[in-house]
T-cell receptor
Framework: DPKIIQKPKYLVAVTGSEKILICEQY?????MYWYRQSAKKPLEFMFS???????DNQTASSRFQPQSSKKNHLDLQITALKPDDSATYFC??????????FGAGTRLSVL | QEKVQQSPESLIVPEGAMSSLNCTFS?????SIWWYQQHPGKGPEALI?????GNKKEGRLTVYLNRASLHVSLHIRDSQPSDSAVYLC?????????????FGQGTKLSIKP
């Protein structure tokens, strides 16, 4: 059974709309992250949370807002969607400085 | 900004042979270097990491790190068709927060039966 659940697996949105990407982890980890992988770029760090607190934000745009309602949840809200936001978004988690475990990703297409 | 470069971009290896993948990074202050495996439609999965100069062996995997030349390599002995995947090299930095990895663009490995 997957220990990091991302929903939905695929998402199609229109330009200007808003979407929420869901992530839940059942590994008992205290740290959670969002990464983005687009067609022509390497996997790219976006945010990190530790014990539900934002630790690092490498996303220049405020259109991307992580939300942590529970300690094992880290959702990603994206507003005013643009075609350039099309990518696969991966949620990951870790216990402290140890190995990162990734979910299967949400593939977002913005038309 | 740390940069991670991988070579080759793609690699075809006969089943049973050795697969060798390369990675260079730009900052000698990097902390650990990680290798991840990614199958199509899946998330990356950690394979092996190294911190100290020298080599580290785990099963069919051997990784070599040379901090002076900013180079790390991954070698897969007795390559199997199931090893076909994209391999990502990633670097963590001492002054970065936990879990922030800088990834290379990947090497696509295909093992031919």
């Amino acid at each position: 059974d997957p220990k990091i659940i991302q929903k939905p697996k695929y998402l199609v949105a229109v330009t200007g709309s808003e979407k929420i990407l869901i992530c839940e982890q059942y590994l008992g980890h205290n740290a959670m992250y969002w990464y983005r992988q687009s067609a022509k770029k390497p996997l790219e760090f976006m945010f990190s949370y530790s014990y539900q607190k934002l630790m690092d934000n490498q996303t220049a745009s405020s259109r991307f807002q992580p939300q942590s309602s529970k300690k094992n949840h880290l959702d990603l809200q994206i507003t005013a969607l643009k075609p350039d936001d099309s990518a696969t978004y991966f949620c990951a988690s870790s216990r402290g400085q140890n190995t990162l475990y990734f979910g299967a990703g949400t593939r977002l297409s913005v038309l | 900004q740390e940069k991670v470069q991988q070579s080759p971009e793609s690699l075809i290896v006969p089943e049973g042979a050795m697969s060798s993948l390369n990675c260079t990074f730009s900052n000698s202050a990097s902390q650990s270097i990680w290798w991840y495996q990614q199958h199509p439609g899946k998330g990356p999965e950690a394979l092996i990491s190294i911190f100290s100069n020298g080599n580290k062996k785990e099963g069919r995997l051997t990784v070599y790190l040379n901090r002076a030349s900013l180079h790390v390599s991954l070698h897969i002995r007795d390559s199997q068709p199931s090893d076909s995947a994209v391999y990502l090299c990633a670097v963590s930095m001492l002054n970065y927060n936990q879990g922030k990895l800088i990834f290379g663009q990947g090497t696509k490995l295909s093992i031919k039966p």
